[in-house]
């Protein structure tokens, strides 16, 4: 059974910082591409942060030069910094790992809150 645990959430003012991690059972992470993407209230889900199972890093330019996607091999997790925060990176924030179209999962969310 997979399973995609999400930590790190919470409330940060503006210009503050959050790690989110997300713990994976059931499946390795470096077989697959993992990645982030969050959810704010009346809007689609979108990625924010994605890393392929060879290690290539890629961001929207929402987040790009303030998120940094990690993964530890040994950990068996990925996490996300988020640094200077802004209001609209208020959102559930989603761990997703994948390998085909067939093997998709997703964590619970953890809720980010930017709030001064």
């Known amino acids: 059974q997979v399973q995609l645990v999400e930590s790190g959430g919470g409330l940060v003012q503006p210009g503050g910082s959050l790690r989110l991690s997300c713990a994976a059972s059931g499946i390795t992470v470096d077989a697959y591409t993992m990645a982030w993407y969050r959810q704010a209230p009346g809007k689609q889900r979108e990625l924010v942060a994605v890393?392929?199972?060879?290690?290539?890093?890629n961001y929207p330019n929402s987040v790009k030069g303030r998120f940094t996607i990690s993964r530890d091999d040994a950990e068996n997790t990925v996490s996300l910094q988020m640094n200077n925060l802004k209001f609209e990176d208020t959102a559930v924030y989603y761990c997703?790992?994948?390998?085909?179209?067939?093997?998709?999962?997703w964590g619970q969310g953890t809720q980010v809150t930017v709030s001064s």
């Open positions: 997703n790992a994948q390998n085909s179209v067939e093997n998709a999962y």
């Open positions: 890393v392929t199972s060879r290690g290539r890093k």
